[in-house]
């Protein structure tokens, strides 16, 4: 198992040719660094005793070759170590991963999340920094030392011996330091560890803290932690720095040695200048690979200590195997057999006790009893979430604790009470599952095919996702290519809407006209009233282009616009100032909450010196909101009827200006289309892409779905209209066959981190399908409906009840008693055992707890 | 207020003047009075419209602006009528505390306009500046408190069988 393996098995196993290398360019590159030393007794003995200006010249070139060469090894040596060290790491990160994925339950409900993605991300950074070294750096210095030890040798056997002479005392001295730093550094990580964890308990907590005011008795709690970190980090760090003043005593012992001794030998004619400049260099060189083996040992140590207490925290064996070994996953039929079974935790608390049922393929079992009475934990078990040791649970005769989780997967469906629902598209969601198993079998065979389109409609259909899925759809903005294929239809579509249903749209859309200011759409598409696809003229980049200042000029706009803009921005401060940054009040304003500082401090400015004597940068800003303001939506300011004459010239004279489009011809398919008559042709794909026009004949890009077919924005305040007109075009879209095309688009929709994006029900819709999806021989469903509204819980339930009776097992934790009357047979449970099974009408009759059950519910 | 005058306001501001006239907001601060106005919302009914109707999921208060409204209660297939609200009529206020289903049925007799608070933004103003919001919610249940004792005089003036009273289930829930 991954978790015990040793930090070195990986160095020793992992990259080798790459290892080797390295380990060649050291080599090399200790030569490199040799030469130079000869080079310098050289200069200064031969060269420069001898006056040879061109031996000076050589040998310095030649030193400055060396020098050269051997950095250009070392950075070779660094990159490659890194890329070593990273490669590795990236192995031991998803095989730890991978093992992590499997562990019990169990783990994870004792383990806070933040420990388990610090574990795995900045505990497994240290000791990646490490393995790159981990062979390269011990053997480089190792060389360099015994390489320059022998440099020295070569030149004077006595000096050298005495310098050296120092050294072995540090091999004695710092390893003991080391290791009683070692000692207290465990310590110090998990008393860092501890402390999170009490603080995080503390902020958790602190209502009950607050309420109880037991201030003294938390901050003693933390108090203590804290000071003993406090000990031990200056303990740590007495003998962290006792370690380096030490070797740096004896680094500086050997010069004084050197200086004292070889000049005497010089004095005394037995030893060359130039041989004692070698020598000091080569001594001082020696430092060096010196200090980096200490380090190294101490950097050995903490990676170890980080390893270790990584891996240990890991270190539990998986519950179930994870794929079958020679054979491929079973085909079960789902015949479940549950004899004696019971479960225990922490030794005392009996889960479930001697339970045992029969279900045979095809049949439906509901669960039911008082809260704590082991449902969930017997669906658990049967989903093979928990694994048990007494008693049995037998599917098609196979023991279930001994199936692969792949068998399981292939076989089991099963829906949590409280579904989770990854980031990425509703598609991905519905399919996340089948996906998994495809990815899982491809080893073991031909995977099961993913299910089609027409499939996950239906099944979106089956369990009440329709109506959410088709408004997804329809609030969907298509891109060109997304769109092109069904243009045409929509088009067409729109005209068709508009015939049938004007006097209701128009009391709930305002439609897209070009001779009028629309109260529904920002100042900005008021303006331009078209897809903008130039950069310069996107609202972002707008202050960047000078263009715009004129175009506003030139439409006397640009005094309007900014006062406009300051009214918002002074009103929304005021309004929102005590509110702080809740995304949700920012709604209803053209400000987005991140922006709320800026604008403080430019309405602070104007208020001083008014807007037209603010710094031009503040004035876009004013201007950038003004354009942002939607008069139908944002309550905080009005557009006057000159204003709104004076923007709607501003726009005819720039739709002509410069958009260079037809006008006119817009102008006259706006009225046929208002008028329920036939617009005209559709605009040819691909003329002046820089600018377009809201034109009846054109598909409008930078609106949705839903806005493209009614042709105009929703009024907001139209709350039953809007209701009523989306089922009016959603019958329409049935009716010309483009609903399914709807709802594809719509399964497209993103749901946001967790699915915050959809609503507890939707969420529950999702996992029910995903699971129903698999068609699994067995359906083990955990209170799945219980946040569903009425209507939907009984459509599953039909959905249940007809099209999975005879087909799939279903073991279903159920809430409301009333379905349980669809169920073939029903199991009471209290405080983990069976009190009662039977059909629904047997237990009322008998008038036991079931009854009781019933009727506690309805009084 | 003229025609002229009321177009020249924001919005926010036809709101805070709306909102004033209210009972439960007429002792609220200006900031928090302002924030019920921004996250109001101007919702329109036809003739006929339900607003809400029984046993629904209530989340919002209406304030009609204009137009008219009837509340019923239903029961056993009847329809009993309890009260016609007019301009400034305030209803359906108690789910701005509270979660439930509604107990009695809104229809919109004429086409009517009005003005709406929904339970979360008002639970989010509460939660931030709850000292001031308290009052609010005292006048808030005062107020449920006298139009119950009216809709149950209306009730006992349409029964037929005082004795019947003690047989009904479950009580009528309003």
Sequence with gaps: ?859 | MTAETHQNRSELAQNMDYLRQLSPFERTPFEIIRLYAYIARRIRFGQGDFIFRQNQQASRAYLILSGSVVLSVEKSGQTLPLQVLGPMGFFGYMSLLACYDWGLNAQATAATETLSLDRESFRKILIRFPDQCIEVVDSLVRLRMQRMHEHMETLIKNIKDPGGLAKLEGGINL
């Design chain 1, 1 to 859: 198992m991954i978790t015990q393996r040793s930090l070195f098995y990986w160095i020793r196993h992992r990259q080798r040719p790459l290892q080797l290398l390295i380990l060649a360019l050291i080599l090399v590159s200790i030569g490199l660094r040799v030469l130079p030393l000869e080079l310098q007794k050289r200069i200064i003995n031969i060269a420069i005793e001898l006056k040879q200006v061109d031996l000076l010249l050589l040998y310095c070139g030649l030193f400055l070759g060396a020098v050269l060469l051997a950095s250009l090894f070392k950075y070779a040596i660094n990159v490659l170590q890194m890329y070593v060290g990273q490669k590795i790491l990236l192995e031991i990160r998803e095989s730890l991963y991978a093992h992590l994925l499997q562990l019990p339950l169990q783990f994870f409900r004792r383990t806070p999340q933040g420990t388990v993605i610090s574990l795995l991300s900045a505990e497994l950074n240290a000791v990646g920094h490490f393995i790159g070294g981990a062979l390269a750096v011990p053997v480089t210095s190792l060389l360099t030392l015994l390489s320059f030890a022998a440099y020295m040798v070569y030149l004077d056997p006595l000096l050298a011996l005495i310098s050296l002479a120092i050294y072995p005392l540090e091999i004695v001295l710092i390893p003991i330091l080391q290791r009683r730093y070692n000692r207290l550094n465990a310590f110090r990580v998990d008393t860092v560890r501890e402390m999170s964890n009490v603080v995080g308990e503390a902020v958790g907590g602190i209502l009950e803290i607050q309420g109880n005011a037991s201030f003294t008795l938390e901050k003693a709690k933390c108090g203590r932690i804290a000071r003993h970190l406090f000990g031990l980090m200056n303990r740590l760090f007495i003998y962290k720095f006792g370690t380096k003043t030490l070797n740096n005593l004896f680094q500086n012992l050997g010069p004084f040695l050197l200086f004292l001794l070889g000049g005497y030998l010089v004095i005394h004619g037995r030893f060359t200048l130039g041989a004692l400049v070698a020598f000091l260099s080569a001594y001082e060189k020696v430092y060096e690979p010196w200090k980096e083996l200490i380090e190294y040992y101490q950097d050995l140590q903490d990676a170890r200590v980080r390893y270790e207490r990584v891996m240990g925290y890991f270190d539990e064996a998986p519950e179930f195997a994870l794929f079958p070994v020679g054979r491929a996953p079973y085909r079960l039929s789902g015949r479940i057999e549950v004899s004696d079974l019971s479960l225990t935790v922490q030794d005392q608390i009996q889960l479930l006790d001697g339970v045992s049922l029969d279900l045979a393929p095809g049949q439906q079992l509901a669960l039911v009893g008082f809260s704590g009475s082991g449902k969930t934990t017997l669906a658990m078990l049967l989903g093979q979430l928990y694994s048990y040791r007494r008693g049995h649970i037998h599917v098609d005769g196979h023991e279930l604790r001994e199936l692969t989780k792949l068998d399981v997967s292939r076989n089991i469906g099963f829906v949590a009470q409280h579904p989770f629902i990854f980031s990425g598209t509703v598609r991905d969601n519905l399919l996340y599952g089948c996906r998994a198993l495809a990815a899982e079998t491809a080893a073991g065979g031909p995977p099961p095919a993913l299910p089609d389109a027409r499939r996950l409609l239906e099944m979106v259909v089956a369990v009440g996702l329709s109506d959410d899925i088709v408004r997804f759809g329809l609030n969907a903005v298509l891109d060109r290519e997304r769109c092109e294929p069904l243009r045409a239809d929509l088009l067409r579509m729109r005209n068709r809407l508009h015939r049938q249903l004007s006097e209701e749209l128009g009391q709930a859309v305002e439609f897209y006209n070009v001779n009028r200011f629309l109260e529904h759409l920002r100042i900005y598409d008021n303006l331009f009233f078209g897809d903008v696809h130039d950069s310069a003229w996107a609202l972002s980049n707008l202050p960047h282009n000078p263009a715009f200042g004129d175009f506003l000029k030139a439409s006397d706009l640009d005094g309007p616009l900014l006062d406009l803009g300051r009214k918002l921005a002074v009103e929304t401060v005021a309004l929102l100032g005590k509110i702080g940054d809740d995304a949700f009040f920012f709604a209803s304003s053209p400000m987005a909450p991140e922006e709320f500082a800026t604008y403080a401090r430019i309405v602070r400015r104007a208020g001083k010196s008014g807007p037209a004597a603010l710094p031009p940068a503040d004035r876009m800003q004013l201007y950038l909101l003004a354009l942002r303001f939607i008069p139908g939506r944002h309550k905080l300011a009005t557009i006057s009827k000159p204003l709104a004459a004076a923007i709607v010239g501003a726009r005819q004279r720039f739709v002509q200006n410069v958009g260079h489009l037809q006008l006119r011809r817009c102008q006259l398919a706006t009225e046929h289309f208002l008028r329920g008559e036939d617009p005209g042709p559709a605009e040819e794909a691909g003329r002046n892409r820089d600018f377009s026009i809201y034109c009846p004949t054109e598909y409008l890009y930078s609106r949705s779905l839903l806005d493209n077919l009614v042709f105009g924005t929703l009024k907001a305040e139209q709350d039953t209209a809007l209701g009523e007109l989306r089922e009016r075009v959603t019958k329409a879209l049935a009716e010309n066959g483009l609903l399914d095309t709807v709802m594809e688009i719509g399964l497209d929709f993103a749901v946001g981190s967790k699915g915050d994006r959809l609503s507890g029900g939707q969420r529950q819709k999702i996992a029910i399908a995903r699971a129903l999806l698999k068609e699994t021989a067995v359906v083990i469903l955990d209170e799945a409906t219980a946040s569903l509204d009425n209507t939907s819980q009984a459509r599953i339930q039909d959905y249940i009840e007809t099209r999975l009776r005879g087909r799939q097992t279903v073991v279903a934790v159920i809430h409301r008693l009333d379905t349980a009357r669809a169920y073939d047979r029903i199991l009471v449970l209290r405080a983990g055992r069976v009190v009662e099974a039977g059909t629904y009408d047997n237990l009322i009759e008998r008038q036991g707890s079931f009854y009781d059950l019933v009727r506690g519910a309805t009084t």
